[in-house]
């Protein structure tokens, strides 16, 4: 069955126009095997004409069988006062043997002459000569409007017979694209209507995120009558970026209710923007709408204690739909049941009736008060609720450490000696380390490893220090937040003192505290 919307993927082409991104022609391929394999219904691999990057990507990718999306190519009209035939660019774009090329071309007056400095009617014959010279040669030709909006605004009757030059010469579809992302959902809803009345062929839309409005705007043509919207995951681009697909595609299909890509696939969404996010070596946003992982997390009680009764309440969607989940943080916000629910999620047996809850809470509070936070600290907060639940004895202390560091003309060495004790054990080590926490860590690990030898797996994965009450200078307090993994979880666990070592030493303390825990 036809979707109703189709979605045009450019994350290898505008994407890779995003500042921090660069992908190799191995993280094209891949990127493209996921796309098809979630369904997009066209992928644009990259501008021939622009790089030999991307000339070598359809080399490769020619190569393989993709299942349910076309490749484009991405290039533009042909040169002013050159015949298209002997135009290069254009050249290039057969050479690419895709099934869709795809080109943009002028709307806009201002440019034409400013930019272009080509007469009005020189324009319209690049893109129609273009345009039939790909049609001639059995290519779908995707026109890309290119300042379509800004165009229009500015002289409305030229914009349409760029569009209508492209029709003319046989386009499949025409994309109006809002190439600087500054136009306002009424204008694009506005100028899409116009189109979609005036053209014989179909209507696609491109927008750009300047304002915030990259997602809307799309939208808002999809309602004016524009079928198809080009975009890319997690809103890479020039700029602030394009419109994110990661949104726009759980829009059409939970909030318009219109087909886009396979149902089955949308539930995959979450997994689709990280794969992405790691291929691109971009932090995961937490922020981002529907993929994020802050997209369902609850803070305030009042918001924990409603969602706890009935999720709806406080969640416009199950999150499960697009692959995501809900999570509960716990803060000085929090309510009995953030503790429920997280002491739930890190394996204690806990209900709204046990009778520690209120001194799990108070704990909590008193600790946050003092400058400690649990919400990325999961380990040092299951540590408390246990301790508080009596649920289980201490497997170690930290007996005595010392921690020093000296320099002489070449290097600065740090060293740090640690007494553990385990039982009746005492074990003594000593480390050095490219800091006074790398030697401190060297030293705690080495120690326990002698009673415990799995926690040699366990590698510090991040560090974090935070100043906090930064008016009082030096003398402040310094709240420590570690990652740590054994390398099939991660955790994080928070320590907090006016000594930055003292403070580090607590999270790694609860770090190996927690990973014994966990068995
Ligand atoms: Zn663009």
């Known amino acids: 069955m036809k979707p109703q919307v189709e979605i045009y993927d450019t994350t290898l082409r505008d994407g890779s126009q995003g500042e921090g991104i660069n992908f190799s ?4 391929l891949r990127i493209a095997e996921k796309l098809d394999a979630f369904g997009v219904h066209y992928i644009e691999g990259g501008w021939p004409g622009s790089n030999p990057k991307d000339i070598e990507f359809y080399a490769q990718a020619r190569r393989r069988k993709f299942k349910n999306a076309r490749l484009a190519a991405f290039g533009s009209t042909r040169k002013k006062g050159v015949p298209v035939e002997s135009d290069d660019q254009v050249r290039l774009l057969l050479e690419a ?8 071309g002028k709307t806009s007056m201002l440019h034409v002459k400013e930019v272009l400095r080509c007469t009005p009617d020189e324009n319209l014959a690049m893109i129609g000569d273009t345009v039939r010279f790909l049609k001639d040669h059995d290519k779908f030709v995707i026109y890309d409007a290119e300042h379509c909006f800004d165009g229009y605004k500015l002289d409305p009757e ?4 760029t569009w209508q030059a492209a029709e003319k010469a046989g386009a499949d579809f025409i994309v109006l694209c809002d190439t600087n992302g500054g136009c306002l959902p009424d204008e694009i809803a506005a100028i899409t209507k116009v189109a979609v009345s005036k053209l014989n062929c179909k209507v696609g839309i491109h927008t750009h995120d300047d304002i915030g409005l990259g997602v809307a705007n799309a939208l808002a043509s999809l309602a004016a009558g524009a079928v198809h919207v080009q975009g890319t995951i997690n809103g890479y681009g020039e700029r602030t970026g394009n419109c994110n697909l990661t949104s726009v595609i759980p829009c059409i299909a939970f909030k318009l209710k219109k087909s886009c890509v396979p149902a089955k696939s949308l539930p995959k969404l979450k997994e689709l923007s990280q794969f992405v996010d790691e291929i691109a070596n971009m ?5 981002q709408p529907w993929v994020g992982s802050s997209a369902f997390a609850h803070k305030g009680g009042a918001h924990v204690n409603a969602v706890q009764k009935l999720t709806t309440s406080y969640e416009h969607i199950d999150p499960a739909l697009v692959g995501n989940r809900r999570t509960v943080l716990i803060s000085d916000l929090a309510g009995r049941s953030n503790i429920v629910i997280k002491a739930q999620e890190l394996g ?3 209900t709204n009736d046990t009778p520690e809850l209120k001194a799990i809470l108070n704990r ?3 600790l946050e008060n003092q400058g400690y936070e649990y919400e990325a600290a999961e380990g040092s907060l299951a540590l408390l609720i246990g301790k508080t639940l009596r649920h289980r004895k201490v497997p170690f202390t930290v007996e005595t450490y010392h921690v020093s560091m000296r320099r002489d003309s070449r290097e600065s060495i740090c060293e740090a000696t640690v ?3 385990v039982g009746k054990t005492v074990h003594h080590e000593v480390a050095e380390g490219d800091g006074p926490v790398n030697a401190l860590d060297g030293a705690l690990r080495a120690a326990l490893a002698r009673s415990f030898p799995r926690l040699k797996k366990v590698t510090l994965t991040d560090y974090k220090v935070r100043i906090l009450d930064s008016g009082t200078g030096t003398a402040a307090k310094t709240r420590v937040l570690i990652q740590s993994s054994d390398g099939q979880h991660e955790w994080g666990t928070v320590g907090v003192n006016e000594n930055i070592i003292e403070a580090s030493l607590q999270a790694l303390a609860d770090s190996m505290e927690y990973a014994l825990l966990r068995k």
Do not use: G
């Not at 043997?97 to 943009?104: A, G, Q, S, Y």
């Open 25 to 28: 022609v191995a993280d094209k």
């Open 97 to 104: 043997e895709t099934p869709v090329v795809t080109i943009f």
């Open 158 to 161: 030229y914009a349409l017979a």
């Open 283 to 287: 932090r995961h946003s937490p922020r």
């Open 348 to 350: 204690f047996k806990i």
């Open 364 to 366: 909590v509070k008193e």
């Open 419 to 421: 007494h553990i004790r």
